[in-house]
């Protein structure tokens, strides 16, 4: 689930138009490919978006799931998730880092968005190549009118994808809307009686909006843990 | 120019008033507890051990805060559900990413850490450096899961109390622990390790104690672990905070198999 919801905010970077196909690259499915690469132009350049969100975790140790909810904002391929309950907690991802803020516990961690742990991560920086090496794509049949539906599956470690581990989803299924391909809806499943839905609501451009607003600004005295250096390097201020 | 306040209101509106601060105090009364005034300490501890014994299982969403001496606190939210039978799972994560899932069951215990927790020096990573001891320090807290339904008390079940009871308290004593009940309503406040001169030490409270209405039976959904090490003095707590629990639900036994990846852990 942690590479679940960065890749999520990565890949709302990617929809937020970042992205463009490799050229030269085979891919996998090269019609799904092409098809998603052709809903994603009707966002005509929009790349500042806000919106709210709700996450549902389903556990198989309780009959009711899990509910967080809070508000998203995109601008510019920077993405931040602000969680108002059930406690408040920030996550914003830029550069190919993501930074957690816990402000409860005056914590921020630090951690690398590679290929790996994040295999979406590699299309905020404009590799769709590497996505296609790691994650088969196929259209699904979508039950909500004015809406497309796709999944991505990752492809098994001997054949070079490298993404499936006990941390990444089975599959991940996402929804876009029709006419401007914003984003609807993202399930991670993990094929152990575990899901992650999130759904988004007033998901509309904001123009006005800037990267740098999303910046985090953290009070003094937070500790911060950087696990974007090497194990045996002390952590640095963000 | 009067001041308003709630002489200047006529005498229907002075109603209206005082039923909305009689709605709203309500509101926030929840429902007493049963109270067992005039019994022995024997009668109080037998009448808490046949409650408690009434309690078959506990789950619910759960908050847990792990702080150390410093008192620096990392949170992490998730779910727990536990069967009086030995059956627990613990599961946490932040912002909606798992961090760790802890399955205990008779046959063993199962621990599941993502690889971004054990691989990026996360407050878990020590967890590597206790395989190969006698008891992995996660079975014994999957052990202590199982306290939010049976607390560790059945070495002091024959106990007697104390000669000397603190004022609205009742405490039972055996070799090695000591509980703490309160004297009329009989809620187990704390569980206690007799201290040492040397090694480590623990004790365990139980707050925020509530009537179940379904079933009428009081448990506690908040509990804290204690740890401190006698010789050198290091502290660290564990608390779990569960909200919106379930008492006596039907847990089926899928529940607890234990997540895909999970390693086995020593007991």
Same mark, same amino acid.
């Given at each position: ?17 970042? $992205? ?113 090496? /790691? ?36 599959? $991940? ?51 911060? /843990? ?13 | ?59 619910? =969403? ?72 006698? =008891? ?26 104390? !000669? ?35 090694? !480590? ?67």
């Amino acid at each position: 689930m942690f590479s679940a919801v960065r890749c999520l905010a990565l890949l709302l970077a990617f929809t937020a138009g970042c $992205i463009a196909p490799a050229s030269g690259e085979v891919a996998d499915d090269a019609a799904a490919w092409q098809q998603l690469d052709e809903l994603l132009q009707r966002r005509s350049g929009v790349t500042r978006w806000t919106g709210t969100f709700v996450q549902e975790r389903v556990t198989p140790l309780l009959d009711e799931p899990l509910v967080s909810t809070g508000t998203i904002r995109v601008a510019d391929g920077v993405v931040r998730f602000d969680t108002a309950d059930p406690y408040p907690s920030v996550m914003v991802v830029r550069d190919g880092v993501v930074t957690f803020f816990y402000p409860d516990d005056a914590t921020v961690e630090l951690f690398t968005a590679d290929a790996r742990t994040s295999p979406l991560g590699v299309l905020a920086r404009g590799q769709l190549g590497l996505l296609q090496e /790691h994650f088969r794509l196929s259209f699904l049949e979508s039950d909500e009118p004015g809406t497309a539906r796709f999944e991505l599956t990752p492809l098994p470690p001997e054949t070079g994808g490298g993404a499936a581990s006990a941390d990444t989803a089975e599959r $991940i299924t996402i929804t876009l809307g029709d006419e401007r391909a914003d984003l609807r809806a993202v399930a991670f499943i993990d094929g152990d009686g575990q899901s992650t839905d999130l759904r988004f609501e007033w998901f509309e451009a904001a123009p006005e909006l800037t990267a740098d607003e999303l910046d985090l600004k953290l009070p003094e005295g937070v500790v911060v /843990h950087d696990f974007t250096q090497p194990r045996d390097e002390p952590a640095a201020a963000p | 120019m009067r001041p308003i306040g709630f002489r200047c209101l006529t005498p229907s509106l002075r109603s209206v008033v005082f039923a909305l601060f009689a709605a709203v105090w309500l509101a926030g009364c929840s429902t007493p507890l049963p109270r067992h005034p005039g019994l022995s300490p024997q009668q109080a501890w037998a009448t808490y051990l046949e409650r408690q014994h009434r309690i078959e299982s506990l789950r619910g =969403r759960v908050e847990l805060t792990l702080t150390d001496a410093d008192g620096k606190r990392r949170t992490l939210d998730g779910a727990v559900a536990v069967r009086a039978d030995g059956h627990a799972r613990l599961q946490l994560g932040r912002l909606g990413r798992d961090a760790l899932d802890l399955t205990r069951r008779p046959d063993g215990v199962w621990l599941w850490v993502s690889p971004q927790v054990s691989e990026q020096r996360s407050a878990l990573e020590n967890l590597d450096d206790a395989r190969g001891r006698e =008891r992995h320090p996660m079975a014994a807290f999957a052990d202590a899961l199982v306290w939010l339904v049976r607390p560790p008390i059945d070495e002091i079940a024959n106990a007697t109390a104390t !000669p000397r009871q603190p004022k609205g308290r009742l405490v039972f004593r055996s070799a090695e622990r000591e509980a703490t009940l309160k004297r009329e309503t009989l809620l187990l406040t704390e569980v206690r390790a007799i201290d040492s001169a040397e090694g !480590p030490g623990w004790s365990v409270s139980f707050e925020d104690h509530r009537l179940d209405p379904a079933t009428g039976l009081v448990f506690s959904p908040e509990m804290r672990l204690d740890l401190r090490d006698n010789a050198t003095d290091d502290r660290f707590a564990v608390t779990l905070r569960m909200s919106r629990p379930e008492l006596n639900a039907a847990i089926p036994d899928t529940a607890f198999g234990p997540r895909r990846g999970a390693e086995p852990v020593s007991r």
